[in-house]
């Protein structure tokens, strides 16, 4: 059974940068997309970027473009979100999550594995 730790959330000014990093155990990344989606209080859920498996396809939501970079390190069985020139509208719950099915993304999927998510705060 595979376990998600998302760790790297915090305080920053608006304009600041923070570095989520989200860990595996159990079993590995390896072979499965993975993303990172938020959730501000009174408001869904929402896809923030995915990574595909071998980390060859990126997507980011509109409203991170040009900002947060997603990537991977497979021999870690690590997933990373770096969000530079952050906004007061960033704040939220940011949580990681693995796709259920190899090759897959986490997009959309009923049966993603998430992790217990790390709060980000930002301030004007």
């Known amino acids: 059974q595979v376990q998600l730790v998302e760790s790297g959330g915090g305080l920053v000014q608006a304009g600041g940068s923070l570095r989520l990093s989200c860990a595996a155990s159990g079993r590995s990344l390896n072979s499965y997309g993975a993303g990172w989606f938020r959730q501000a209080p009174v408001r869904e859920r929402e896809v923030v970027a995915t990574?595909?498996?071998?980390?060859?396809?990126?997507y980011y939501a509109d409203s991170v473009k040009g900002r947060f970079t997603i990537s991977r390190d497979n021999a870690k069985n690590t997933v990373y979100l770096q969000m530079n020139n952050l906004k007061p509208e960033d704040t939220a719950v940011y949580y990681c999550a693995r796709s259920s099915r190899t090759w897959s993304t986490p997009r959309n999927d009923d049966n993603a594995i998430w992790g217990r998510g790390t709060q980000v705060t930002v301030s004007s």
């Open positions: 990574i595909s498996w071998n980390g060859g396809t990126t």
